[in-house]
T-cell receptor
């Protein structure tokens, strides 16, 4: 199956700093990637759809200026959490869906102190 | 709002028993997917069932889909301790709350 990687797997930062998370498709090209966040003991919530070469599509309630998405190439999408606060602490997961089957990255655990 | 809703929210059974988890959804789907997630870790895709399929098997897993009732079920036969995880159904990038399955040795 297709492989999606994420980096970093875990990050701890101070409140007010920005954090960039990378999502890469390793063995296929992904014109579209998806970013999710997951709170402890809860389900995944789609944040945005990342489109290569164009602006991301954000789900209702997700601040686009807070969560900056850049999909500059067919194999890389980045999510930057700007001016992070403790409430942004969460598990962030990206996915790509070649042939309508989603393949997920391993996730990034963000802890904001 | 979440489209899929898993039932039960938690399930604890003895090793060797079968585990059945159900998922209901609200709108029309093209396909429905089941995933597992070990505590605090990434997601593993289990099975994708398309809207024109009624049943699908993969090893000890069996998924059924009833589009008239907008529901799906995941059956794990002969459960093992390693099956302990949370199981989610998803369609169109909207996810249910998940079923936490605990297999007691």
């Amino acid at each position: 199956g297709a492989v999606v990687s994420q980096h970093p797997s875990r990050v701890i930062c101070k409140s007010g700093t920005s954090v960039k998370i990378e999502c890469r498709s390793l063995d296929f090209q992904a014109t579209t990637m998806f970013w999710y966040r997951q709170f402890p003991k809860q389900s995944l919530m789609l944040m945005a759809t990342s489109n290569e070469g164009s602006k991301a599509t954000y789900e209702q309630g997700v601040e686009k200026d807070k969560f900056l998405i850049n999909h500059a190439s067919l194999t890389l999408s980045t999510l930057t959490v700007t001016s992070a606060h403790p409430e942004d602490s969460s598990f962030y997961i990206c996915s790509a869906a070649p042939d309508n089957e989603q393949f997920f990255g391993p996730g990034t655990r963000l802890t904001v102190l | 709002s979440q489209q899929g809703e898993e039932d039960p929210q938690a399930l604890s059974i003895q090793e060797g028993e079968n585990a059945t988890m159900n998922c209901s959804y609200k709108t029309s789907i093209n396909n429905l997917q089941w995933y597992r997630q070990n505590s605090g870790r990434g997601l593993v895709h289990l099975i994708l069932i398309r809207s024109n399929e009624r049943e699908k098997h993969s090893g000890r897993l069996r998924v059924t889909l009833d589009t008239s009732k907008k529901s799906s079920s995941l059956l794990i036969t002969a459960s093992r301790a390693a099956d302990t995880a949370s199981y989610f159904c998803a369609s169109s990038y909207v996810w249910g709350a998940g079923t936490k399955l605990i297999i007691k040795p």
